[in-house]
């Protein structure tokens, strides 16, 4: 069983709309948590972390994650035709934290 | 300039042979790693490296040799090649080991035949 689960596999937004990203681990030992976006031949990079419950507010990204449910979630408002990538969910446990375990990924496109 | 380089970028190999991927960062950073990405499967965590040592390896195979002769030098070497083994390759790096960000590398795109 995959231990970090996204949703949906994919999305798509208008421009100007509002993304909303899921992601559920099943491991309780995860500590800490990223989010990182691919675009088409690059590799991935990390757009913001967040380790602590509550809200993460970076520009137009808006983390949320909620420890006792085990659920990280990515809102992107004002999308982008440049925010087409994939996301990934990705989490690590607090005495490994270079060790970031991935979620199955997200294709968002936002159309123009 | 590119900070984490990979080369090279698409590599074509016949199945039993050895290749070597090569990974350099000039971000200054003391931990470098390795992760695989396959068709349909999430990015998957092979290797880290703090210091020029290992510290952890999470691959089952010792096919996959990692290499480092210098600080910002992390290479992977691969041999007795399958067709499982195609997949893209990056090569990532961090300031530290705890819950640092990591800077992945362009990736290198290795077909088996």
């Known amino acids: 069983q995959q231990k970090v689960q996204q949703s949906p596999e994919s999305l798509s937004v208008p421009e100007g709309g509002m993304a909303s990203l899921n992601c559920t681990s099943s491991d309780r030992n995860f500590q800490y948590f990223w989010w990182y976006r691919q675009h088409s031949g690059e590799g991935p990079k990390a757009l913001m972390s967040i380790f602590s419950d509550g809200d993460k507010k970076e520009g137009r990204f808006t983390a949320h994650l909620n420890k006792a449910s085990l659920h990280v979630s990515l809102h992107i408002r004002d999308s982008q035709p440049s925010d087409s990538a994939l996301y990934f969910c990705?989490?690590?446990?607090?005495?490994?934290?270079?060790?970031?375990?991935f979620g199955t990924g997200t294709s968002l496109l936002v159309d123009p | 300039d590119p900070k984490i380089i990979q080369k090279p970028k698409y590599l074509v190999a016949v199945t039993g042979s050895e290749k070597i991927l090569i990974c350099e960062q000039y971000l200054g950073h003391n931990a470098m790693y390795w992760y695989r990405q396959s068709a349909k499967k999430p990015l998957e965590f092979m290797f880290s490296y703090s210091y020029q040592k290992l510290m952890d390896n999470q691959t089952a195979s010792s096919r996959f040799q990692p290499q480092s002769s210098k600080k910002n030098h992390l290479d992977l070497q691969i041999t007795a090649l399958k067709p499982d083994d195609s997949a893209t390759y990056f090569c990532?790096?961090?300031?530290?080991?705890?819950?640092?960000?990591?800077?992945f590398g362009p990736g290198t795109r290795l077909t088996v035949l």
């Open positions: 990532a790096s961090s300031q530290g080991t705890g819950g640092y960000e990591q800077y």
């Open positions: 990705a989490a690590s446990v607090s005495n490994m934290g270079y060790k970031l375990t």
